[in-house]
């Protein structure tokens, strides 16, 4: 059972004159908790920038030299240069909020600070479901438009084959394996953010049952 449920219990179940010191406990428990969550996702957020930084260095030449032949250098550099700011634009709002809530002493102030945590961390999910699919959506559109640079690059050997099976193929596999990829990045988020989110919740709840008993 949660620590913070615990000490919940133990305050309902007091003397009415013992109930203000502890009620003071549950908001200093739910405080720190909210605390130590916003800064374990501003660590979460370093750890996540830094291995789209290592992919990055890991993904081969031959993959690069594709872009290259579909003319798509610019575009590709834009959508990850436009993907690490937005990445240090929320770390930077992750750890302002790290900040505020370590320094909040008022009820009211915390249950709307973490609201606007809640917040912030969904429209980040949202942000980078968003960029993998218009990224891909923009790079694909080009690839396919051109058939026959596209036909080199998947027949290189010039072999007898039949153009249109071909791309409609690879299309199909693009969009299947675009589909899978952003089903495990979301699953990912689910299970990092979403747990806790959860926990940032039930601190706000428990806040605010607190402040309406006041």
């Given at each position: 059972?949660?620590?913070?449920?615990?000490?919940?219990?133990?305050?309902n179940?007091?003397?009415?004159?013992?109930?203000?010191?502890?009620?003071?406990?549950?908001?200093?428990?739910?405080?720190?908790?909210?605390?130590?969550?916003?800064?374990?996702?501003?660590?979460i957020?370093?750890?996540?920038?830094?291995?789209?930084v290592?992919?990055?260095?890991?993904?081969?030449?031959?993959?690069?030299?594709?872009?290259?032949?579909?003319?798509?250098?610019?575009?590709?550099?834009?959508?990850?240069?436009?993907?690490?700011?937005?990445?240090?634009?929320?770390?930077?709002?992750?750890?302002?909020?790290?900040?505020?809530?370590?320094?909040?002493?008022n009820?009211?102030k915390?249950?709307?600070?973490?609201f606007?945590?809640?917040?912030?961390?969904?429209?980040?999910?949202y942000?980078?479901?968003?960029?993998?699919?218009?990224?891909?959506?923009?790079?694909?559109?080009?690839?396919f438009?051109?058939?026959?640079?596209?036909?080199?690059?998947?027949?290189p050997?010039?072999?007898p084959?039949?153009?249109?099976?071909?791309?409609?193929?690879?299309?199909?596999?693009?969009?299947?394996?675009l589909l899978?990829?952003?089903?495990?990045?979301?699953?990912?988020?689910?299970l990092?953010?979403?747990?806790?989110?959860?926990?940032?919740?039930?601190?706000?709840?428990?806040?605010?049952?607190?402040?309406?008993?006041?």
């Amino acid at each position: 059972m949660d620590l913070l449920e615990n000490y919940k219990k133990a305050w309902n179940n007091q003397p009415i004159d013992s109930n203000t010191l502890t009620k003071q406990q549950i908001y200093n428990m739910a405080h720190s908790k909210s605390s130590s969550i916003v800064k374990w996702i501003f660590i979460i957020g370093l750890l996540e920038l830094a291995f789209w930084v290592g992919i990055n260095l890991l993904i081969p030449d031959s993959i690069y030299k594709i872009y290259e032949d579909f003319n798509l250098e610019n575009q590709v550099k834009f959508f990850m240069i436009l993907h690490y700011i937005v990445i240090i634009i929320f770390l930077y709002f992750f750890y302002m909020n790290y900040k505020k809530i370590s320094a909040i002493e008022n009820t009211k102030k915390l249950i709307n600070k973490i609201f606007k945590v809640r917040k912030t961390i969904k429209y980040y999910v949202y942000y980078n479901l968003a960029i993998v699919f218009l990224s891909s959506l923009v790079i694909n559109s080009v690839m396919f438009s051109n058939s026959e640079k596209l036909m080199e690059v998947v027949n290189p050997e010039d072999l007898p084959v039949n153009v249109s099976q071909v791309i409609t193929v690879t299309i199909i596999s693009q969009i299947i394996a675009l589909l899978i990829f952003m089903v495990l990045l979301w699953l990912f988020y689910k299970l990092i953010y979403g747990i806790l989110l959860k926990k940032l919740k039930r601190n706000y709840k428990e806040l605010a049952k607190l402040d309406s008993e006041n």
